[in-house]
């Protein structure tokens, strides 16, 4: 991408560069990962700090964007890798060491974020003004002993300007260099000014951005491409490719025009020209996928797909806000900020189709052409199979829209008790996020069906509906429209274009779901030290103490026509749900020893934290960490954490819909085979020796939220060594081991599925899966079966990172040159990422390091100089290639 970027200050801010220097040289500030101020490189947890100048220079106005650059969370979710999302499209949510975002807690100024997704805690990035941000801290492992739920892979923490002064607009655009699109521009204004002889700081910020919708089609590498069995392919787990990837490719199953007999032989394939007109669909040579390769001699008659599709919808947005603080005494400070954003997103999808599954009587549709209809009944075809595209319909578009409300306020400052000093913060959050998705031109099958079966009404003479004419429907027949059956309109499905606009708009329709998401904190902590008390040789202990309540809320409300489930066959319910949790915590640093011979300083730092969920129970997380320095300039540090995460509203609460399924017994004599777990798992429920389970009935299956989960547990360790040579000034290495492991995760489990694993674990039955499961206590038959989400899975996942940073004067190291030249390269190795479907089952493993999104190996090289307000930037990145197939042991190629 090429970038162009203006930016104009008209005045600065108060934030000085001899501030930074200060913060590097080792003033004390507040930090991720502790409420206890300390120094960033002292922390025993490591922290990623991402700066003001550094989000700059990467280009782009969305902050999610921006943080995707680093390898701890490359698997972030971006305007692009959600734009073909539903309830996500468009949203940038953090995800750390892909995990999942629901396990990344993001904070503003280390305090929580109402969710921008229904039913989760999932925050949008692209919500924050990139503007507005001074830095961003990243902690990698638990951190709930300190925040609370959903810290369970760690936290990235966003921290806003203060205490602006001026007015600032940065205007920034941006274009592909091949044109594709119009590429992205946005304005973003910052004015500030203090007040009250110094006592006050308001800032107020807006901004306007617009993203244009990049097609599949805009793309070279893909337009019109598809797959191929590969002709070099020798066979099953060969370590070569199955298909191959080639360009101009088309479908002879389906296309815009129709298709007739799409699985039926090559000669009694059918599609059509745009009037209708039948042509034989030509068949394949060589060797080439069932349903893509290449046309010998032309593809009139393909269907491309990638001219609807976008892979980057077109988005606009409009952000305003504020943020001040007030000095009301020398020992209160009013602060708080607000913002309002509103994003407005349309989504570009394939038109909807049917592939196979429509069915057109041969005989008396008049729509069909004559010679054609002869043919099929020659060869004694009298109903036959289509597929098709119905592009007349238009693209499944999606319009979206979101709006975000947030409110932070409260009071801070210190005060003195019995002459020790305190610093205290209270605060109230209330924030709400109104998102509304219309999506257009969705079938309606009844509809559909009842439309193309169509018959010349003989006392009109007209082509009209079966379920119109009488005389024409036979005995035992069923009108299948299930809207407005009275008013059907034949729909002519052949060729392109040739339906009406009244059956085009009785065979689909628009549908609507709304979201509103809100969040209600109430919380406050107090921070002091023992200085007054009494001092460790190595200082005094910093103490920490605090109270959180908060109160989420979460509903999904959607049309009658999705409610009914007259477009799915299945009936969606609206969804409702909220929860409260009341919080205490507490922290303490313990400075053990300072200046001392070999033991220049040694630290230990403790938290716990403490939760009672309305809808979960109590849950405990807590943290201790150790922090070592030899000699001045080198440091050792580790971490270990055991953190949770609260089930989500839409876990617990989703509704749960009853209905019928086929289970197969895994007790069932032909079942139990030679797996002599299963047999002993089914004798120990009571199951008797050559049980014959009765599979002529359905089950009764009960799916949806699980009102009894618990919280997630996780086990995160993290060493470290730093390495500040006093002898070579601004220069730093530090190389951190990280270690998650995630256990009870909550996965959503079929039917079959709990049946299955209810009676496969060694060493007995699953207790887990087992109680979703209701027995006849005479006939042992399978009643029951709850699906839905459950306790069961597990995730491990570690690594290696290292950051070497530089920083000098150029005349410092012998050049006759003005300015500053900084570098710095962060290498990171995912060593182990392993995920398990269920955790009772060890050896079933799914190992994702080398796969796509999950490198092995990524660098990045920053390169800076910078001479008063000139500021050259150049970056790298090496990713490691990745497999787009599943590389765990006996994984298939694709």
């Not at 501030?19 to 502790?34: H, L, M, P, Q, R």
């Not at 309830?87 to 892909?98: C, E, H, K, P, T």
């Not at 394949?284 to 990638?306: H, I, L, V, W």
């Not at 708009?505 to 809100?518: C, F, K, M, P």
């Amino acid at each position: 991408m090429a970038t162009m970027s203006m930016k104009l200050s008209l005045a600065a801010d108060s934030d000085s560069p001899d501030a930074d220097a200060e913060n590097e040289t080792g003033e004390k500030i507040v930090i991720t990962g502790s409420r206890i101020p300390s120094v960033e490189l002292s922390s025993a947890t490591p922290i990623t700090v991402v700066t003001r100048e550094e989000l700059a220079r990467f280009g782009t106005s969305d902050l999610g964007s921006a943080l995707a650059e680093l390898s701890a969370i490359a698997a972030t979710d971006t305007l692009q890798g959600n734009a073909g999302g539903n309830q996500q499209a468009g949203i940038s949510s953090a995800n750390l060491r892909d995990l999942g975002p629901s396990r990344t807690l993001t904070l503003v100024n280390g305090k929580r974020h109402v969710a921008n997704t229904p039913g989760s805690a999932q925050v949008d990035l692209s919500t924050i003004p990139i503007s507005l941000v001074e830095r961003v801290e990243i902690i990698t492992g638990g951190a709930s002993a300190i925040y609370g739920s959903d810290a369970v892979t760690g936290v990235v923490n966003v921290i806003l300007r203060e205490d602006f002064e001026g007015f600032e607009v940065n205007m920034t655009g941006t274009r592909s260099l091949e044109g594709v699109g119009a590429g992205n521009a946005n304005i973003n204004i910052l004015a500030g000014s203090s007040f009250g002889d110094g006592k006050g700081n308001v800032t107020f910020f807006a901004g306007r951005e617009i993203t244009a919708e990049v097609l599949s089609a805009d793309i070279r590498q893909l337009n019109n491409f598809g797959t191929i069995l590969n002709p070099n392919d020798t066979g099953e787990d060969d370590g070569i490719a199955d298909r191959i990837t080639v360009p101009f490719v088309g479908s002879e199953l389906i296309n815009r025009f129709g298709v007739i007999n799409p699985f039926g032989p090559a000669a009694a394939r059918y599609t059509f020209l745009p009037d209708g007109t039948p042509i034989l669909q030509v068949n394949r040579e060589g060797t080439n996928s069932f349903a893509f390769g290449n046309f010998p001699g032309g593809c009139d008659t393909c269907f491309f797909t990638e001219r609807t599709e976008n892979i980057l919808p077109s988005a606009q947005k409009i952000n305003v806000g504020s943020t001040f603080n007030y000095d009301i005494s020398e020992n209160i400070q009013a602060y708080g900020d607000f913002k309002y954003v509103r994003t407005d997103i349309k989504q570009q999808f394939q038109p909807s189709f049917r592939f196979g599954n429509i069915s057109i009587n041969v005989v008396d549709n008049p729509f069909l052409d004559p010679s054609l209809r002869q043919t099929l009944l020659d060869s004694g075809q009298t109903t036959v199979s289509m597929a098709k595209f119905f592009d007349e319909l238009g693209n499944r578009a999606a319009n979206n829209k979101r709006e975000t409300f947030r409110f932070v306020g409260g009071f801070k400052g210190e005060f003195t008790l019995s002459q020790t000093e305190f610093a205290y913060d209270t605060y109230y959050i209330n924030g709400k996020s109104n998102n509304s998705r219309q999506t257009l031109s969705s079938l309606i099958p009844g509809n559909l069906n009842a439309a193309l079966d169509a018959v010349i009404d003989p006392a009109t003479g007209e082509v009209a509906c079966r379920s119109q004419v009488p005389g024409a429907q036979g005995p035992g027949y069923v009108d299948p429209a299930t809207l407005n059956s009275g008013q059907c309109v034949p729909y002519n499905i052949f060729g392109f274009g040739a339906a009406s606009q009244a059956a085009r708009d009785y065979v689909s329709a628009d549908v609507l779901r709304q979201d509103e998401i809100g969040q209600e904190l109430y919380g406050g902590s107090i921070t002091f030290d023992t200085d007054e008390l009494f001092s460790l040789q190595g200082g005094p202990v910093g103490i920490a103490l605090g109270y959180e309540y908060r109160q989420e809320f979460s509903s999904t409300v959607t049309d009658s026509l999705t409610q009914s489930g007259i477009l799915t066959n299945a009936a969606t319910p609206n969804e409702f749900g909220k929860f409260d949790v009341t919080e205490y915590f507490a922290e303490i640093k313990v400075p053990l020893i300072e200046g001392m011979a070999f033991a220049h300083e040694l630290s230990i730092d403790a938290a716990f934290r403490n939760a009672d969920y309305s809808h979960a129970g109590k849950a405990n997380a807590w943290k201790v960490g150790l922090t070592f320095a030899p000699i001045d300039g080198l440091i050792f540090r580790g971490t270990f954490a055991s953190s949770v995460r609260a089930p989500n509203i839409s876990e617990a609460f989703s509704p749960q819909s009853p209905g019928f399924g086929r289970v197969s017994d895994p007790c069932d004599n032909d079942n139990i085979s030679d797996d002599p777990d299963r047999a002993a798992n089914c004798a120990a429920l009571g199951i008797p020796a050559g049980f014959e389970a009765n599979d002529n009935v359905s089950v009764n299956v009960i799916s949806g939220g699980n009102p009894d989960l618990t919280s997630e547990d996780s086990d995160s360790t993290t060493f470290g060594i730093i390495w500040m040579p006093t002898f070579i000034e601004d220069f730093s290495i530090s190389m951190d081991l990280y270690d998650i492991d995630l256990t009870d995760a909550i996965t959503s489990v079929s039917a079959q599925t709990v049946a299955d694993n209810c009676v496969d674990a060694t060493g007995g039955p699953d207790v887990n899966f087992c109680g979703q499961i209701d027995r006849d206590p005479v006939t042992h038959d399978i009643t029951l079966v709850r699906s839905g989400f459950i306790n069961a899975s597990a995730q491990k996942v570690r690594g290696v990172e290292t950051n070497i940073s530089y920083a000098t004067n150029l005349q410092d190291i012998g050049l006759d040159l003005p300015g500053r030249f900084s570098s710095n390269l962060f290498i990171s190795k995912l060593i182990t990422l392993e995920v398990f479907e269920f955790q009772n089952r060890p050896d079933e493993i799914n190992v994702e390091v080398g796969e796509v999104g999950d490198p092995r190996w990524q660098l990045r090289l920053s390169l800076n100089y910078r001479l008063d307000d000139l500021n050259v930037n150049w970056t790298s990145r090496y990713v490691d290639r990745s497999a787009r197939f599943d590389v765990s042991p006996g994984g298939d190629t694709p």
